[in-house]
């Protein structure tokens, strides 16, 4: 995967599928110090429309784990490799992730983010996210646990293709 210098217009974002699971878990592990379980995600990826791998050339560079419920979109998980990071694919996937939501009639969509992982609240923050909340002690790290941000996007007062 090292060296690929394809176009965001290049990728694909599909609906990820049970044979994606070892390539999905693979860019987990890098992209993540805590990633899900093989188990976790294998029951996402038995819900219909609900993980999300964008790839090029047959080679999965990041994917995402979503779920709709009551006109609410909820981003679970996303990843990309870290040898890609940086180039606007984060931004790519997740917009395509906005568009899922919209396509489900969502009205707002909610996220958890680390409260260190800066480069994640600025994507967010760019494309119009806000804090709207905290979960203290959410996720785990290196040195006991660390605080979640809860940002909300209101998918109604925003074009989520910008």
């Known amino acids: 995967m090292a060296g690929i210098k394809a176009t965001i217009a290049a990728m694909m974002v599909r609906p990820a599928q049970v044979e994606d699971l070892y390539n999905i878990m693979e860019v987990g592990r890098r992209a993540h110090s ?18 999300w791998v964008l790839e090029h050339q047959s080679s999965v560079l990041g994917h995402a784990v979503i779920r709709v419920i009551a006109g609410e979109g909820e981003l679970l998980t996303i990843a990309i490799d870290p040898e890609q990071q940086g180039k606007g694919l ?6 395509q992730i906005l568009t899922r939501f ?3 009639h969502a009205e707002q969509c909610f996220l958890e983010v680390r409260a260190s992982n800066d480069a994640a609240i600025r994507l967010y923050e760019s494309l119009g996210f806000a804090c709207a909340g ?3 002690d959410y996720y785990p790290c290196a ?3 660390e605080d979640a941000w809860i940002d909300a996007l209101d998918l109604t007062a925003h074009d989520i293709l910008d």
């Open 143 to 145: 040195h006991g646990r």
């Open 90 to 95: 984060g931004r790519a996937l997740l917009q």
């Open 34 to 51: 805590f990633p899900w379980s093989e188990q976790v995600m294998q029951q996402y990826l038995q819900r219909p429309l609900s993980a």
């Open 134 to 136: 905290v979960r203290r």
């Open 102 to 104: 919209a396509e489900q």
